[in-house]
């Protein structure tokens, strides 16, 4: 291996340290809705806190789009929340319910 001074045994840890890391990268990029191949990106120094800035800091994809599809599909829940009494009472009745985990009448 490269690296005589510091032994192969540290060499390896090394490089499974890297590679778990550029592993769990991945995941979170993946997660975030961004290409998980931006993981391999942390391994670059300086670049590792640009991205990490930039993964703090941005809106992710993945939030965009459940943001457009909240918009898009409103929810009894939403219109609850919002205080909308022209829905069904039952509709308000569930809402309370899974709100307060009021126990549910067994008949």
């Known amino acids: 291996m490269g690296l005589r001074s510091i032994g192969s045994l540290a060499e390896f840890v090394i490089i499974v340290a890297v590679v778990l890391c550029v592993w769990a990268?991945?995941?979170?990029?993946?997660k975030a809705g961004y290409p998980g191949a931006m993981g391999i990106l942390m391994v670059i120094p300086?670049?590792?806190?640009?991205?990490?800035?930039?993964?703090?800091f941005s809106e992710w994809p993945v939030l965009k789009e459940l943001k457009a599809l909240r918009e898009r599909v409103p929810t009894q829940k939403s219109a609850a929340d919002r205080g909308d009494r022209n829905l069904p009472d039952d509709a308000l009745t569930d809402e309370v319910t899974r709100r307060f985990n009021v126990p549910q009448k067994v008949e």
């Open 25 to 30: 990268y991945w995941r979170i990029f993946a």
């Open 46 to 56: 300086l670049l590792n806190v640009i991205m990490l800035f930039f993964l703090a």
